[in-house]
């Protein structure tokens, strides 16, 4: 309303999502950092070897950190971009069922190749993934059966065979030493060369897809009978859509795992989701998200000395995502809590004005000042309250203290808040009493909520359906903030003598 | 099948013997209609009538099982941009992260080709559709803010961004404020008078005799289809919503069983 000070709080929260970003971000180095002390335990190193190894770390010189963060790095993107168009179509599930699916792909790559061949893998998992993506269609549309279940089923029997898979091949004895069991939960120290170059090229893939068919996804996602009737290949882009998404899965296989690779298609997006209400800004902010977590998770899992790395993305990634459902600039619990107590808080204030007023009324405006004592009075409150809430008046401008005879001067701005806060609450008693036919002894507590927010051009249409009434329901006079200023303290007698009661 | 005659212009719509089955349960049978140009069409007929899974087999959003149709002469897939739809305000997530402007800007998406970005253009003419239904005051508002009848105008200022000749509308009226509804009528009839084709599903038969021209009375086949005056008859309402047509179902039941 006309309270500069007060409306401009939220304002300032909502103008500057990056400023919670930007804190969040800080909340993670200091978190980072943090658990230093813990991972020394883990690890059984010294403070000092943590500190060089994070020097080791960010000075980037030796190669295989270099593997392990790019990679990290990438798979942070492209998992982050494409899991926004799940968390968009409430698709959320058939990542996690396509991430586990892979797994025999994985392992009948392994067994194929003999070794720990990328593009072996690669293709395996590529063809169980969309084997597995294929089945649930297939089970959610020859039987009655819906599609969490056919999830549900097609996840846990491609994992089970996946799993009886990997035991087998590190049975063999050229299995033993693969690290095939690196793909349960991930180990980024383990990307190679050949890994890496497979993962820039998933990642280049899924950013030149979203940018060129922008479009196309976005419609087909928001609203896939539309965008048929326009003439899109809605399916194709579904199916174009899952295959990107295989390959970001089995891309991040080898440093996240097979198990938690979902998390990461889920929990940026996720978290972007909360941050935004643009599609685009999603994607970017998700695509961020799972940069962070990527690289964060990679730098934790290094420190404490090669920990599984895809727990600690996760981690990292669930970590952003707490800040996100925390201090979202709208959606944020913590946000939405301070903006309830900033309004109630605004409330308070505006009561006390109303109250300051009332007194002043009572007495037909004779004498200017109001003290504690009369205040808290009133108020039914200790004197302490009540100077507390005098000096809330004093901080916004509203009122001025007296310090020898210990009075509440009302500023001009003070007074015209509360002779709106007056009227609004007089009119809306009036207009309840005149158009719904409320009783008069029923409408107080409803104008106590409602005089808070009524915008003055709702003031104005009542105003007018009451035929410019001066006189509530109670036989009180409505005042106009104009004829204050007018007429001021000075002129009390155009006023008729002050209502009954409180 | 027999093709137009190539000295009369093709009609907007023309459906010959469309059958729609849903898991091989018919939900229309052998359906045969005719919509001459620049009128303003009501699909009426009870629940599970098929009123809304005839228009989306007219736009290819369902497939067909058998019969054809035809927009403006030719088939389907070369009249896409020639169509406009307004769906069920339910089959879409409000919670989607974009704005009003971003939803009305779908409607050029169909003109644009590939690659292509909406345009300056583009956006003038998503805003003027936006005045059209009163709603540009709200063109950067998340959609979730919405109110049901704000929702369903936004679809609308969609539809007009398509800039079509022939419209389908699934139940645009369809928990709207009566103020949203009038409205509605009357972008429908500016648009009759512009020589555009309407064809809407409605639930409400008091209301359909003074909206539309033409109404079609449809129960898993069509029943009548002509002039409101003619076909907005008691007889002919009790044929569609009455008991007489039950032996349909019954036998497409029976089909779906023995599969």
């Known amino acids: 309303m006309n309270c500069p000070s007060l409306t401009a709080e939220p304002w300032r929260l909502r103008s500057h999502p990056w400023f919670t970003a930007l804190l969040l971000l800080l909340f993670l180095l200091a978190l980072a950092f943090a658990p230093s002390a813990e991972a020394a335990k883990i690890g059984e190193l010294s403070v ?53 699916a892979v797994l025999p792909g994985v392992a009948a790559g392994f067994l194929w190749s003999q070794t720990k061949d990328p593009v072996a893998i690669f293709i395996g998992a590529v063809i169980a993934g969309l084997l597995g993506t294929l089945v649930v269609e297939g089970i959610k549309q020859t039987t009655r059966l819906k599609e969490d279940a056919a999830l549900g089923l097609v996840l846990a029997g491609f994992y089970a065979v996946g799993i009886c898979l990997v035991t087998m091949i590190q049975r063999l004895p050229t299995g033993a030493k693969s690290g095939i069991d690196k793909f349960l939960f991930g180990q ?67 440093a996240v795992g097979v198990v938690l690779v979902s998390a990461m298609l889920i929990t940026p997006a996720a978290a972007a989701y909360l941050l935004t209400d643009r599609m685009h800004r999603m994607l970017l902010l998700a695509a961020g998200i799972g940069l962070v977590s ?109 310090s020898v005879d210990r009075t509440i001067l009302l500023t001009p701005d003070g007074r015209q808040r509360a002779v709106e806060l007056v009227r609004n609450h007089r009119l809306w008693e009036l207009y309840l009493t005149h158009a719904a036919h409320i009783p008069a002894d029923h409408v107080h507590e409803d104008a106590e909520r409602i005089e808070h927010v009524l915008g003055e051009d709702v003031v104005r249409e009542l105003e007018r359906r009451l035929n410019y009434a001066d006189t509530d329901p109670h036989g009180r006079p409505i005042p106009t903030p104009n004829a204050v200023h007018a007429a001021g303290p000075s002129e009390p007698d155009r006023r008729p003598p002050a209502g009954y009661g409180r | 099948m027999n093709t137009p005659a190539p000295e009369t212009p093709a009609p907007p719509l023309e459906i010959h013997d469309l059958t729609v089955a849903y898991q091989r349960r018919p939900v229309l049978w052998g359906v045969d209609l005719v919509v001459p140009p620049g009128k303003l069409v009501g699909i009426i007929g009870p629940n599970g009538a098929g009123k809304s899974t005839l228009i989306k087999a007219c736009m290819g959003v369902v497939p067909i099982a058998g019969g054809w149709v035809r927009i403006f002469g030719s088939p389907l897939g070369r009249a896409h941009r020639r169509v406009g739809y307004v769906p069920q305000r339910e089959s879409v997530d409000w919670d989607f992260p974009v704005n009003v402007m971003d939803l009305v800007l779908m409607g050029r998406y169909g003109k644009l080709g590939l690659f292509r970005r909406p345009s300056r253009a583009d956006r003038d003419i998503a805003r003027d559709c936006l005045e059209k239904v009163g709603m540009l005051p709200y063109a950067n508002r998340q959609i979730a803010n919405l109110s049901g009848g704000q929702q369903q105008r936004v679809f609308l200022a969609r539809a007009l961004a398509q800039e079509s000749d022939l419209y389908f509308m699934d139940e645009p009226f369809a928990g709207v404020d009566a103020a949203t509804e009038a409205a509605i009528v009357t972008l429908l009839h500016e648009l009759r008078d512009r020589g555009r084709t309407i064809l809407v599903v409605h639930h409400d038969l008091p209301t359909a005799r003074n909206y539309f021209d033409m109404l079609l009375l449809l129960n898993l086949r069509r029943v009548a289809f002509g002039p409101t005056d003619e076909v907005f008859t008691y007889e002919l309402l009790q044929k569609t919503y009455g008991g007489r047509l039950t032996i349909l179902s019954e036998v497409a039941e029976a089909v779906r069983q023995r599969g």
Not at chain 1, 203 to 213: D, E, Q, R
Not at chain 1, 220 to 228: I, L, M, T, V
Not at chain 1, 297 to 316: A, K
């Open chain 1, 294 to 402: 990527g690289a964060l998770g990679c730098f934790l899992s290094f420190l404490g000395s090669n920990l599984p790395t895809g727990p600690l993305m996760v981690l990292s990634g669930s970590t952003l995502f707490a800040g996100a459902f925390l201090f979202a600039p709208r959606h944020g619990v913590v946000t939405r809590w301070w903006l309830h107590r900033s309004r109630s808080g605004r409330i308070r204030r505006e009561n006390t004005l109303k109250t300051v007023y009332r007194i002043l009324e009572d007495r037909q405006f004779h004498g200017d000042g109001v003290t504690f004592r009369e205040l808290a009075e009133r108020r039914r409150e200790t004197m302490e309250d009540a100077e507390c809430q005098a000096r809330e008046l004093v901080r916004h401008n509203f009122a001025s203290l007296h």
């Open chain 1, 48 to 100: 000092n070897s943590v500190r060089t190894q994070a020097l080791r770390f960010l000075s980037l010189q030796d190669p295989a950190v270099r593997y392990a963060l790019a990679g990290s790095v990438l798979l942070g993107i492209s998992c982050g971009l494409l899991g926004a168009f799940l968390v968009v179509r409430r698709l959320a599930l058939v990542g996690d069922a396509l991430s586990h």
């Open chain 1, 188 to 254: 980024a120290a383990a990307i190679g060369p050949g890994d890496l170059k497979l993962m820039a090229a998933v990642a280049f893939v899924a950013i030149a897809t979203v940018l060129a068919f922008y479009k196309e996804l976005l419609v087909a996602s928001f609203d896939p009978a539309f965008a048929r009737s326009a003439g899109f290949p809605v399916r194709a882009i579904h199916y174009a859509l899952m295959l990107l998404l295989a390959f970001a899965v089995v891309s991040a296989l080898q």
